[in-house]
């Protein structure tokens, strides 16, 4: 598998990606990723200053997925934040590309390319039944919030996690 930035090219597929995540893991649709107007205009979303989105493409040859893009992640201004501080967004996986390590690479990635961009800090906001998600995000150093921070709109995400970057 390999890790690139998004491409113009892309907005199809990730937004495929994520919204199959949704239906086949059976999470709620409403105040989350699931419902972002921004889900069908990634690559445009992220074609910001100290904004940026990666995806995984599989490349195992007798991969029935092969060539195609099988998760992704990025990193944000928080939203509704004046504060210095991204938030990790749109993590997610097929299952078919689940528990090979890819996950916490691209995690490293997003998180040295936030430090990258000057960023302080790094938030997330995730399900409660993500547990595997929350172990990665503890691994790499994220912490519980009480709160959540900034105003994501994802209302329907109550576990909210910060990593300090400098």
């Known amino acids: ?52 989105y990666f995806v995984v493409v599989d490349t195992e040859i007798n991969s029935a997925f092969y060539g195609k893009i099988i998760g992704g992640a990025g990193v944000n201004q928080l939203d509704n934040s004046k504060e210095n501080i991204c938030e990790l967004q749109k993590m997610y996986f097929l299952k078919e590309a689940r528990g090979k390590g890819i996950g916490y690479q691209l995690i490293l990635k997003c998180i040295e390319q936030a430090k990258i961009f000057g960023y302080e800090q790094c938030y997330l906001e995730t399900l409660p ?37 400098v």
């Not at 209302?155 to 990593?163: A, R």
């Open 1 to 52: 598998m390999i890790i690139r930035e998004i491409q113009s090219d892309d907005n199809e597929q990730i937004a495929a990606v994520i919204r199959q995540v949704f239906i086949s893991d059976d999470y709620p649709k409403t105040g989350t990723a699931f419902a972002d107007v921004q889900l069908d205009f990634m690559f445009e979303n992220y074609n910001t200053s100290r904004a940026i």
């Open 129 to 165: 039944q993500m547990e595997v998600a929350q172990n990665l995000y503890k691994k790499v150093g994220f912490e519980y919030l009480n709160e959540p921070l900034g105003g994501t709109g994802h209302t329907s995400c109550p576990v909210w996690m910060l990593k300090r970057l």
